[in-house]
């Protein structure tokens, strides 16, 4: 009797509890995948977003310096072929012959004018010169719009190797975000067609981030990829 009793005590654990306690093995490991994607993504989601907006805002960032700067513009004259470079340092010279050519950029397109990067002094500027006429159309301080987002997004206004591999090891925890969110989201292909319809607003919240992450994925697979570009091109 004593024997018996104290068999089905040791048996009793692989009864309901230890049902439970196999199935809390399977949920331990969900929950490690959970905190990491939700770290990943969470955490620093402000970074993230930081470097996304610059960058998004980098690609119109010449347009913006012409909304401050008129003389970046080129209004039709008529004449249909564009001035040599020469031409251009040219006329670079008789408008400030102290000024040291650096670069000279083509214009982007028949509305724009030949960017010219000059040395004055120990400070860095543009000239602007007509593509058309030759002539100078003004001048523009070195750092705008464009110089701006552009260091902003590519390193953070950081020395250049610091801030690069900073901004490309973003990379890193997009891939993590990345790969364990098929993990968290079970039949994760589904929600390519499954439309929000969540009950509460916090239902609904989810709903939308699991679509919009589903359909973001070819997105995020290239900034991951151009990221570890960077970073393995920095070191």
């Not at 989601?45 to 690609?59: E, H, P, Q, Y």
């Not at 564009?82 to 400030?96: K, T, Y």
């Not at 400070?123 to 260091?151: C, D, I, S």
């Not at 690069?164 to 098929?182: E, K, M, P, W």
Request: hydrophobic share 50%.
């Amino acid at each position: 009797m004593v024997e018996g009793t104290t068999e089905s005590r040791a048996a009793a654990p692989a009864g309901p509890a230890g049902a439970a306690g196999a199935r809390s093995k399977p949920q331990k490991k969900r929950s490690i995948w959970w905190r990491i994607h939700q770290w990943s993504g969470l955490q620093l989601s402000l970074f993230l977003a930081f470097v996304m907006l610059t960058g998004t805002l980098a690609v119109f960032s010449y347009e913006l310096d012409w909304l401050t700067r008129p003389a970046m513009w080129s209004a039709p004259t008529g004449y249909e072929e564009r001035v040599s470079r020469g031409d251009v340092g040219a006329a670079v010279a008789s408008h400030d012959d102290s000024l040291e050519i650096i670069n000279i950029y083509a214009p982007l397109h028949p509305a724009s004018a030949f960017d010219v990067i000059v040395r004055d002094g120990e400070a860095l500027k543009h000239v602007y010169v007509h593509p058309r006429t030759g002539e100078v159309t003004g001048e523009g301080a070195w750092f705008g719009f464009q110089r701006f987002l552009r260091n902003a997004h590519r390193h953070l206004m950081l020395p250049v190797p610091i801030g690069v591999t900073l901004v490309s090891f973003a990379a890193v925890f997009l891939a993590a975000s990345l790969v364990t969110s098929f993990w968290v989201y079970k039949k994760w292909w589904r929600g390519f067609t499954r439309w929000p319809k969540g009950r509460n607003a916090r239902a609904l919240t989810g709903d939308v981030h699991r679509i919009a992450g589903v359909w973001s994925i070819w997105f995020i697979v290239l900034m991951i990829v151009t990221g570890f570009w960077y970073l393995i091109e920095q070191w």
